[in-house]
């Protein structure tokens, strides 16, 4: 009896997704007729039947299926995010949308986190939104799960320090990647423990730190998911007083204002 149930809860799941993309049909059928126009008219259509689709999954129950949903909408994400040529028309809005959908689903999603940050704050402008996600998301999460997600803490306290001016609140983030950051013995989060306390003192020292911004804006450049984030962050931290550097072997490092 239980594998039946086990069997139909995986069949009325998977039926609820199906019937989510079955009620877009009409509108994906009809957008692909008129895609070639490449009108803003015909990319607004395209954001709202998506945005109508991502609210569906978002009340649509899966029965245990999240964390392939959230996979599934990740892998719709990059694709919204990697069209170009459609966010420069209709920009970047529908991001924090998609992070809604998929660290409901899977707040364990640790890559998922780094993007949240950089399409919804630095591209869509909504780091309120961002922040918010990432709360949300921390509150089921702990040092060792998952593994280093500390990194959110970073991610959190960037979005506080650079896009909404709230320095106390990035400096509480910055120590708390340090704390849990702490927690591993790996010479990659011992360095990150170590950066994320010298950020934290930065700020406590001056609210408007240069150097915090800038070692904040050297996350955002080592972790860029593409040129153009690359090209804002090393703009930022060069109008800042910084100076980025390239070693022969192809490393990229960071000098921090000399003034603060």
């Known amino acids: 009896m239980k594998l039946n149930q086990s069997v139909w809860a995986s069949l009325v799941a998977i039926l609820g997704i199906v019937i989510v993309g079955w009620l877009q049909m009409p509108q994906l059928n009809q957008l692909k ?51 170009d040529l459609a966010r420069q028309v209709t920009g970047y809005q529908l991001s924090p949308e998609y992070f809604e959908v998929i660290l409901d689903h899977d707040p364990r999603f640790l890559q998922a986190y780094l993007f949240l940050s950089t399409s ?20 089921s999460l702990s040092p060792q799960v998952p593994a280093k997600s500390y990194y959110i803490w970073r991610y959190k306290g960037v979005d506080e320090l650079l896009f909404l001016g709230n320095a106390q609140a990035a400096r509480e983030s910055f120590t708390q990647a340090a704390n849990w950051a702490s927690t591993y013995s790996d010479a990659e989060s011992k360095q990150v423990a170590s950066l994320s306390s010298q950020t934290a003192e930065f700020i406590a020292k001056n609210p408007q730190s ?13 972790n860029a998911p593409d040129d153009r984030t690359r090209e804002i962050a090393i703009n930022r931290i060069e109008a800042l007083g910084g100076k980025v550097l390239v070693t022969p072997e192809g490393a990229v490092q960071i000098m921090l204002p000399k003034s603060d």
């Not at 709202?48 to 990740?74: C, H, I, M, Q, Y």
């Open 33 to 83: 007729k008129t895609a070639n126009k490449s009108t803003a008219e015909v990319l607004q259509q395209e954001i709202e039947s998506e945005e109508l689709r991502l609210n569906l999954l978002e009340k649509t129950p899966v029965f245990g299926f999240d964390n392939l949903v959230a996979d599934w909408v990740f892998l719709d994400f990059l694709e919204y995010f990697g069209d």
């Open 210 to 222: 240069k150097q915090a911004q800038v070692s904040a804006w050297t996350m955002v450049l080592n």
């Open 120 to 139: 919804s704050s630095l591209y869509a402008g909504l780091p309120e939104k961002s922040v918010a996600l990432m709360d949300k998301g921390l509150k």
